[in-house]
């Protein structure tokens, strides 16, 4: 089993930053794909940002290329996403999940995730 536990969440300005991190615990000597996705009020759950477990190879959804970066530490199992250039279109209930690392990668599906954090509160104001 892995626990993830979101953070950095909060309120933020139009234009603004904040970076999400998402720290696991548990077995994480497995290797796991790591992505953020985001679900806000009446929505569904959308893909956000992945990276692979050796951290080489990132995927970002068409509406946050270049504002936003995802990054891992693997000696602190650690996940961050850096956002920038932040829009009220943001707002969000962001969440990260584990992806065991087997076959094909598919990113963008939520279903792949095996292990899934209880969400941090993103909102941006006009």
């Known amino acids: 089993q892995v626990q993830l536990v979101e953070s950095g969440g909060g309120l933020v300005q139009h234009g603004g930053s904040l970076r999400l991190s998402c720290a696991a615990s548990g077995r994480t000597s497995s290797l796991y794909h790591m992505g953020w996705f985001r679900q806000a009020p009446g929505k569904e759950r959308e893909f956000v940002a992945a990276?692979?477990?050796?951290?080489?190879?990132?995927r970002y959804a068409d509406s946050v290329k270049g504002r936003f970066a995802i990054s891992r530490d693997n000696a602190k199992n650690t996940v961050y996403l850096q956002m920038n250039s932040l829009k009220p279109e943001d707002t969000a209930i962001y969440y990260c999940g584990a992806d065991t690392v087997s076959g094909v990668w598919n990113p963008a599906r939520h279903d792949e995730y095996d292990y899934w954090g209880q969400g941090t509160q993103v909102t941006v104001s006009s």
């Open positions: 990276i692979t477990y050796n951290g080489i190879i990132t």
